[in-house]
């Protein structure tokens, strides 16, 4: 079974390397219920359809699978339950591990969030700079509960 194990973390703005290209990303839920969230992305000129269990913390099966990108256009357009979450990722390589940086736009603006896949739950991981306050397992963080039509509140500065 494909499972998904990552740990994420708010973005310190003022230690962020700015100079680094990113890929705009749409996505919307099909599906949001408490066993799973069926999601459908558009990443660049890739589209794909993702099923994930909904255990809150830092492990989570996931099944993702390549669509047409017209298939992913129709279903964002027409069938899903919230509202789409637009973001740009950037991969950052970081002492031998890609991070996935997202920079959220629309609803979600000023948010920046850092996640790190991990090879197994109890995997050291060196953590940059600019990766401030850990916030794996927190729901308000999902971006099943971003796209729910609730306005992103930038943290205060001690939060992140």
């Given at each position: 079974m494909p499972?998904?194990?990552?740990?994420?973390?708010?973005?310190?703005?003022?230690?962020?390397n700015t100079?680094?290209?990113?890929?705009p990303?749409?996505?919307?839920?099909?599906?949001?219920?408490?066993?799973?969230?069926?999601r459908?992305?558009v990443k660049?000129?890739?589209?794909?359809i993702?099923?994930?269990s909904?255990e809150?913390?830092?492990?989570?099966?996931?099944h993702?699978?390549?669509?047409?990108?017209?298939?992913?256009?129709?279903?964002m357009?027409n069938?899903?339950?919230?509202?789409?979450?637009?973001?740009?990722?950037?991969?950052?390589?970081?002492?031998?591990?890609?991070?996935?940086?997202?920079?959220?736009?629309?609803?979600?603006?000023?948010l920046?969030?850092?996640?790190?896949?991990?090879?197994h739950?109890?995997?050291?991981?060196n953590?940059?700079?600019?990766?401030?306050?850990e916030?794996?397992?927190?729901?308000?963080?999902?971006?099943a509960?971003?796209?729910n039509?609730?306005l992103?509140?930038?943290?205060s500065?001690?939060?992140s």
């Open positions: 499972l998904e194990i990552e740990r994420k973390f708010l973005v310190k703005l003022e230690n962020w100079n680094i290209e990113g890929i990303y749409r996505q919307g839920y099909l599906s949001i219920n408490d066993k799973n969230v069926v459908v992305r660049g000129t890739v589209a794909t993702t099923i994930k909904h809150i913390g830092i492990s989570r099966s996931e993702e699978y390549e669509i047409p990108i017209e298939d992913a256009d129709y279903l357009n069938l899903c339950v919230n509202e789409i979450i637009e973001k740009t990722r950037y991969k950052v390589p970081y002492k031998g591990k890609v991070w996935d940086v997202d920079e959220f736009h629309g609803n979600n603006n000023g920046w969030l850092a996640e790190i896949e991990l090879d739950e109890e995997e050291d991981v953590i940059p700079s600019w990766a401030g306050k916030v794996t397992g927190e729901i308000q963080y999902y971006n509960y971003l796209s039509c609730l992103y509140t930038s943290p500065p001690r939060d």
